[in-house]
């Protein structure tokens, strides 16, 4: 009886490792180890074999140094202006796609907290059907739109608005459309989530007392829906930063984003060590936002609790 | 006033859903267009649905990526799973900051840098453990479950973390073991945010070209890599047939679904009404 009780008290000790050890350990194998390599790599010299770069440690006979690493591809990425203007492009791009998805989504988010139950229902579910449909195949969507021989232009010459079709496709305009469309339910969501949780009968009071609408949305919506900005934001601006899919097809010769500096480097140049460390800078990069994202969400959970 | 907020409001509206299904819809009809040349309308026809059949490559990769997308989401699903139960349910654990960081990064990581990581892990076990071997299906998978799991993780830590625990303490207060408890108490409960952590690590995976070309190997290609070859030189009415295809399908999927867990869940709140109603 008393070995039977003690095998329990086992197999509950064990079962809670397990909840815990099983994703821990994939996560840590799969996710975060591989930084630890990409910096490992970032400062080896790429070299013509399998793979293509140095090994920063060479423990066999014909070696002349056991260690060896060099920092010559963050000097390329300080000299070679291509990496500055990619970076700071990105940055550009990200930052203003994400401004333009807080000016559309935020007033739909509203409107959809503030619509009767069963329409909220539908309206949220229109919001998170695209986001479930290809991502690929939503980008390539606009490819037809905006092509010289697309909707828009095919439009356009027909009502005699223009003579000549625009370009749209392959310039810094369509990727702004692509990252706004594509990640505008990504901006919705988190803004609704805290939205629809807001106290209208606040803005009752207010409006009560003789505040104006524009007032009270300044004083009380405004601030208390900032942390569904926040996570709405980090949420765009993020993955947006890095993002390859929306510039290689949408985006001109001269739509420098990073990811695509990356992937370029990577898949035409099949430089490894350049390509790790364009990869470790844009992490730097993205730490302190990504910091503040997790922080953001544990005080959410947290509040919950 | 009223009147002129909510006429704002509806006119965003309408704007905001037309731009996000317009060009949804654009892609829809251009896939019956009989002519060859995407931009003239060359009368309704059914023959690039026709010529999809036929196509072999095309074929192999749609198989080849839903065995992946199969097999990742089974897989992130349970894992995800086993995440969520961790962050809710099991209390202080040394690490545990980290492991949160973890779940949370893969959501907002880029993915041309995941993909990059993912590859050069591989490269690095190659040459210690002699182990993936050739990349391919096995390498993509790994990849999906990686970065699905952590969304799997939050839709079910969410439903863990709203769902009533009081039935949970009752089976624990009359002596039932912690994993009996998850297994016959929480995993029923949960069972429809797992379906739908399911279904998005399934179309996450369905969806996901850069990834799946950083880790893929020789002979290894997917729906979205082989789309990805076609699109890059510009508009094929192929790819607007496949494009229906696909979404469509998705489309009816996710309603199905939602449409079978906003039952269960009216279902669910009737028979707790009933069960308050008899106990009065």
Not at chain 1, 4 to 32: E, G, K
Not at chain 2, 96 to 110: D, N, Q
Not at chain 2, 118 to 137: C, K, N, T, Y
Request: hydrophobic fraction near 55%.
């Amino acid at each position: 009886m008393n070995s039977n009780l003690h095998q329990q008290r086992i197999m509950d000790i064990l079962w809670r490792r397990f909840v815990i050890v099983a994703p821990y350990l994939w996560l840590f194998i799969f996710f975060l180890a591989p930084f630890a390599i990409i910096f490992k790599i970032s400062f080896a010299d790429p070299i013509v074999a399998q793979p293509p770069f140095t090994p920063l440690f060479n423990f066999s006979v014909q070696a002349d140094k056991w260690f060896y690493f060099t920092l010559d591809n963050y000097r390329f990425l300080l000299e070679d202006n291509l990496y500055w203007i990619s970076y700071l492009k990105s940055f550009k791009i990200a930052f203003i796609s994400t401004c333009l998805c807080l000016l559309i989504g935020y007033p739909m988010a509203y409107a959809i907290a503030r619509a009767s139950p069963v329409w909220r229902n539908v309206l949220l579910f229109l919001i998170i059907l695209p986001f479930w449909t290809s991502f690929l195949l939503r980008v390539y969507a606009w490819m037809g739109i905006l092509s010289t021989h697309g909707v828009i232009n095919n439009l356009l010459i027909s009502i005699g608005f223009i003579d000549q079709p625009l370009k749209l496709l392959y310039t810094d305009f369509a990727v702004y459309v692509g990252i706004v469309y594509s990640y505008l339910p990504f901006m919705i969501l988190p803004l609704f989530a805290n939205l629809v949780k807001l106290d209208f009968d606040l803005n009752e009071a207010a409006a009560d007392l003789g505040a104006t609408p524009l007032v009270i949305f300044r004083d009380i919506t405004l601030p208390l829906s900032m942390p569904g900005i926040i996570a709405g934001s980090l949420l765009v601006f993020i993955p947006a930063l890095g993002e390859f899919v929306i510039p290689a097809l949408l985006g001109g010769l001269d739509t420098l984003m990073i990811g695509r500096t990356l992937y370029d480097e990577f898949f035409s140049n099949r430089d490894w060590p350049l390509s790790s460390a364009v990869a470790t800078v844009l992490l730097l990069i993205l730490v302190l936002p990504m910091m503040i994202f997790q922080h953001h969400q544990i005080n959410e959970t947290d509040y919950q609790e | 006033m009223n009147r002129q907020r909510s006429t704002f409001l509806i006119t965003v509206l309408c704007f905001g859903y037309a731009f996000l299904y317009i060009p949804i819809i654009m892609v829809m009809i251009y896939s019956f267009n009989d002519s060859r040349i995407v931009s003239v309308w060359g009368g309704f026809s059914f023959r690039w649905y026709l010529a999809l059949l036929d196509n072999r490559q095309i074929i192999e990769a749609a198989l080849l990526s839903l065995r992946i997308a199969f097999i990742s989401a089974t897989i992130a699903t349970i894992l995800g799973t086993l995440a969520g139960l961790a962050l809710t349910r099991m209390g202080r654990f040394r690490g545990r900051i980290l492991f949160t960081g973890m779940i949370v990064a893969p959501l907002v990581m880029p993915e041309v840098i995941t993909g990059l990581s993912l590859l050069l892990l591989f490269v690095s076990l190659q040459d210690f453990i002699g182990w993936p071997g050739q990349r391919g299906a096995t390498t993509i998978m790994i990849g999906h479950i990686t970065f699905s799991m952590a969304y799997v993780a939050v839709i079910v830590q969410s439903r863990l973390m709203s769902m009533d625990q009081s039935l949970e303490e009752a089976a624990m207060d009359l002596g039932g073991r912690p994993f009996r408890v998850t297994i016959d108490i929480t995993l029923p409960i949960i069972a429809p945010a797992m379906l739908s952590g399911w279904l998005l690590a399934f179309t996450l995976s369905l969806d996901d070209l850069v990834i799946a070309s950083f880790v893929s190997g020789p002979g290894a290609s997917t729906l979205p890599m082989w789309i990805y070859s076609k699109i890059r030189l510009g508009v094929t009415p192929d790819i607007n047939a496949l494009a229906t295809i696909i979404i469509t399908i998705v489309s009816i999927g996710v309603v199905i679904a939602c449409w079978l867990m906003l039952r269960q869940e009216k279902q669910r709140q009737q028979d707790a009404q009933l069960a308050y109603k008899n106990n009065l």
